[in-house]
């Protein structure tokens, strides 16, 4: 990475603040891109999932894995939770979504409560053995009583075929029949996936985020309060790929006494530990053992630290110097904040760091945690609050005494409910991650890069005013 005329500004800079230029390239398309990560977590995208309970949850770390990217589960996630999740994660297929399922008695009702849990947006309504009988959507519950039976609105599948049809072939067939979903089938004819045309696409473009046994991978995070080695090695033997230690202040002796405890139960993964904005917390941090270090303190869109404290830095500058530092030693850094458009990624990239960290945008989709709610106007929103928020505050303490609870209670920082809206135009985490993709493939040949690497390597840099930001903004409705 360098800068247009050579130097860096002597002030810290944001993403806004900067932009990148156009090199030489001899890249032709952006499918010659390789967007693999380097920093050891398997990852085929360069995108995380925060550990926000409002964010991460198992259809979202299904979903993201499938594309490539990894989700963390929050710190908050009981152990034994943590196993059930990592299990069902890792007993899904790589290619074919898993089913919304009821049955021919369920109600209209129990359909409408469940298409939008996933993007496809369908139910399939299955006989007692699990074979499919009929498909329900939105549509076919409109202007239907809600206590109808689904095997009265059911519609049949048009499409059903076995689960190791290629994925072109799956298109193909819909695209023929003039179909929204395929039904993927095991030996026996019962339904064990679901496809839409688009996924079938996608299926072609991304390459799952994979363990060594052909599973999907999943992260996990722990704090650094208590037990520390007994709660890394319960989640370690839950089967988690990535073990991320987390606090908002990383830089501070309780982090490195936590690293060192999970390094003494001799984690086969790949070890993550933050915050920092610094070089000097960077490399004290892999010091004491971790591989990977999350960047950004207060740049999150939920999170109220720099107004309460004064406490951060502007991201980019942070993202920059400790990837120079983590570089240094060998390691690498997670761009943790501050991401609201895919430029944002691509920036962060730029500067060095192995993968950006995605929270409350990712909250307004189907696949996060929370109930799809809708506004006065009928738009649809999810809710996303901050991890130092009152109410995660008080989720964390709910087993301590009612005192100690409230002290607590006095020193919270970040927003208790925001409502993420669904864009209409992207509502799953995968209309996202191709949103984000299309970005960083463009950035790449525009700077003559076919690696996340070279990218880092060869990315030019100029510095602009909010004036020069607000140019690059598209004008939908003109000016």
């Known amino acids: 990475m360098r800068f247009l005329d050579g130097h860096r500004p002597a002030h810290d800079l944001t993403y806004d603040d900067v932009f990148l230029l156009p090199n030489r390239s001899d890249v032709e398309s952006r499918f010659d891109v390789d967007l693999s990560t380097a920093d050891g977590t398997g990852a085929t995208i360069p995108i995380v999932v925060a ?7 198992r259809r979202m770390a299904e979903t993201v894995a499938r594309r490539g990217g990894l989700v963390v589960l929050p710190q908050d996630v009981d152990p034994d939770a943590v196993t059930e999740i990592v299990g069902w994660v890792k ?3 790589t290619v074919w979504d898993t089913p919304l399922v009821l049955t021919g008695g369920d109600a209209v009702a129990d359909a409408l409560n469940l298409v939008h849990k996933r ?12 074979r499919p009988v009929g498909i329900v959507d939105e549509a076919a519950c409109a202007g239907v009583d809600r206590f109808a039976r689904l095997a009265d609105v059911a519609q049949p599948a048009t499409v059903a075929v076995p689960l190791s049809t290629p994925s072109r072939e799956v298109f193909e067939l819909l695209h023929t029949n003039g179909a929204n979903l395929a039904l993927g089938l095991d030996a026996d004819g019962r339904l064990a996936g679901v ?7 996608r299926a072609d473009i991304y390459t799952p985020a994979v363990d060594s046994a052909g599973k ?10 208590g037990d520390v080695a007994a709660k890394a090695e319960a989640v370690l033997n839950a089967g988690v790929d990535v073990l991320v230690v987390d606090t908002a202040h990383g830089h501070q002796e309780k982090m490195i006494a936590a690293l060192k405890a999970v390094r003494s139960v001799s984690p086969q993964v790949p070890v993550v530990a933050g915050n920092v904005v610094t070089a000097e917390g960077t490399r004290d941090l892999i010091q004491a053992g971790a591989d990977v270090v999350k960047v950004g303190v207060g740049p999150g869109a939920m999170c109220t630290t720099r107004m309460m404290t004064g406490v951060g830095r502007p991201q980019f500058s942070a993202v920059a110097d400790c990837a120079a530092a983590a570089r240094e030693l060998g390691k690498h850094v997670w761009a943790d904040g501050g991401v609201r458009h895919p430029r944002d990624v691509a920036l962060a990239l730029a500067a060095g760091a192995s993968a950006a960290m995605v929270g409350s945008w990712f909250a307004g989709t189907y696949e996060s945690p929370g109930d799809l709610r809708f506004d006065e106007q009928g738009r649809p929103y999810k809710e996303s609050f901050g991890m130092a928020s009152k109410r995660a505050v008080g989720a964390r303490t709910r087993t301590d005494n009612s005192f100690d609870r409230a002290r607590k209670a006095l020193f919270e920082e970040g927003i208790s409910s925001s409502r993420m809206s669904l864009d209409p135009q992207r509502p799953g985490v995968e209309d996202l ?14 700077a003559g890069a076919r690696t996340l690497e070279e990218f880092h390597e060869r990315a030019l840099l100029g510095v602009q005013s909010a004036a020069g930001f607000a140019e690059g903004r598209p004008l939908p ?3």
């Open 195 to 201: 496809l839409t045309a688009v996924g079938a696409l």
């Open 477 to 479: 409705s003109g000016w």
């Open 51 to 57: 550990n926000m309970t409002a964010v991460a949850g």
């Open 433 to 446: 991650l191709d949103s984000i993709g299309s970005g960083v493939r463009s950035s790449c040949t525009y």
């Open 91 to 93: 007993s899904r297929h």
């Open 216 to 225: 999907l991978r999943v992260a996990a995070a722990i704090g650094v309060n």
């Open 119 to 130: 993007a496809h947006g369908a139910v399939v309504v299955v006989d007692g053995e699990g």
